[in-house]
Structure formats: structure tokens, C-alpha cells
């Protein structure tokens, strides 16, 4: 960041790509710290291992489990989002279900001596109760008390251009907006401006899908890397609000209310359906949206 003039520039917001790469090696240097710290404690009896040895097998297992484990937040964000399950039962699930490629990878890497001899049994399920309490803390760590968070987007402008979907000023709704000097540079909005220009600034709604937020407008959809509570307050001048865990709705954007026993569901402009908690119901219909 440079000065020019007495004023400070203003950094232009990180991309896509970049805050993908930034996460990414986030991720890794969270998993080699906690490699290390289990290298140098030597759990379930690798203290007796030499220290270099220690910190080279825990480093191996770490980046080992990251691939085992990490894939499955697609699948927990989906569960989340269309069954509607608790998100630490999912988790409970997922690395019950990972540890079980990441105990025989561990079994393999032990057995490279002699690759014929496998274990029986009783070792085999004593070394999965190992890797899933390993897992299922590194996980719990990273997803439930929130060690590794999305990355954070660019602040929010002072002054943001107003929408189409815009809430009238509450004083003087038709009075002409106040003339912005021409030296002044226009402010941008870290959400939008990762859209395609083809589909235009009408945000509808957004959909948390995993650390990625989907922000469906009047003309389609894109994914951005970004929390759902960070994006939502790029669009405050919108009025909305957060229907669901992972739904964020335009209010001048609701067609139709469709009920399915308990279930209710708003229903958006091209098909698209956003789903409602039911402690949000009764919200709702105080505020007349359904």
C-alpha cells in the first residue's frame, strides 16, 4: 500500500484464486504446528521413537490426514444445507468415515517393512480409535471452535453504492443523492466486484456452501470465497435477512410462500427455493413476509 498526495490508496480486494491459495497454505501451516506439537509430545507411544524421527512421521500423518479429512466439508456443508442436520453430528459422522482410509494408510506406512504381514484384527480397531481421536480433534479444532476461519474479505466501504433492491432513505426518498466530487475515487464493494459483470449487482440471495458464499442474483449465480455473515454485510443497504443458517433472502425478491407440512420455503425469482428455520417462522410473519 502506497501514499500518493497526502492520501492512502486504496488496495484493490484479493481475488478469487488468491484467497484460495491464501487458505490453503493457512491450512497447511496450522497442520504442520500441530504435527510438530505432536511430534515432540510422541503420543500413543511414539515417545519412545527418536525425535527426528517423530517429527518426520507426525508431519507425514498430518498433511496425510488433511487430504483424508478435508474433503469432507462439501459433503457436512451438504448435509447441513439440504437435510438440515446438525453441523457437529455431521462433523462426528465425517471423521468417523475418514479416519477409516487415513487407519489404513497408517497401517500401510507401518507395514512398509514387511508389506505382506497385516494385523489382526484388535490392532487394526485399536489403530482407528487412535486416528479418529487425532481427527476428530484436529477436526473439531478447525470447524467447530473455528481455528481456521474464511478469509476475511476487504472492509466494508464507508459509502456504499446504493442497489436496485435498496431501502428507501427514511427522510427525503426522492431527494437527489449528494454530488460526490469528481477527485474522489468511487468506492467499491469486495462482494460484487467478485461477480462477472454478466450477472449484473441485483443480489436476490445468498447461500452458504461451505467456506464459499453463492450469490444468486436476478441473472444467475457465482461462488465467492467469503463468510455468509462478511457477504451479508456488503449488501446491508439491501433489505433482507438471514432466513435460515445458510441463507441470506432479499425481501423484494420473495414470489411465493411454499409449505410442505412443517417445512416452509421462500420462493425467489427462477425457481429458486430458500428454506426457512422454523424458529424463523413465526419472525416472519410478524414482519409480514409470509
Known sequence: MTETSGE???????????????????????????????????????????????????????????????????????????????????????????SVPMTIAVLSIGNLRSPLYWPGLDVALTSYFYVFVVGAAVTLLFNVLGLRKAVEPDPVPANPAPHPLAQPLAEGANAAPPAVPADEPAQSNPLLDALLPALGSDVIAL???????????????????????????????????????????????????RRDGRNVRLVLPGGLEAPVARAQVSELKDAGWI
Not at 481475488?15 to 491450512?27: I, M, P, Q, V, Y
Not at 498433511?63 to 457436512?76: A, H, Q
Not at 454485510?233 to 425478491?253: F, K, N, P, T, Y
Open 8 to 98: 492512502m490508496a486504496i488496495t484493490p480486494p484479493m481475488g478469487n484464486r488468491a484467497k484460495f491459495l491464501r487458505g490453503l497454505f493457512t491450512d497447511l501451516a496450522i497442520m504442520t504446528a500441530i504435527g510438530l506439537f505432536l511430534g515432540v509430545l510422541g503420543p500413543f507411544g511414539t515417545i519412545d521413537m527418536p525425535l527426528g524421527v517423530r517429527l518426520v512421521s507426525w508431519l507425514a500423518f498430518s498433511y496425510l490426514g488433511y487430504i483424508c479429512y478435508r474433503p469432507m466439508e462439501t459433503l457436512v456443508a451438504w448435509g447441513e444445507r439440504t437435510l438440515h442436520l446438525p453441523r457437529i453430528g455431521l462433523w462426528i459422522a465425517a471423521a468417523a468415515v475418514s
Open 207 to 257: 447461500q452458504m456452501e461451505d467456506h464459499y458464499v453463492r450469490v444468486h442474483t436476478s441473472l444467475g449465480s457465482e461462488l465467492v470465497l467469503m463468510r455468509l455473515r462478511d457477504a451479508m454485510v456488503h449488501i446491508c443497504d439491501i433489505e433482507g435477512r438471514q432466513v435460515h443458517r445458510s441463507w441470506w433472502v432479499a425481501r423484494l425478491a420473495v414470489e411465493d410462500v
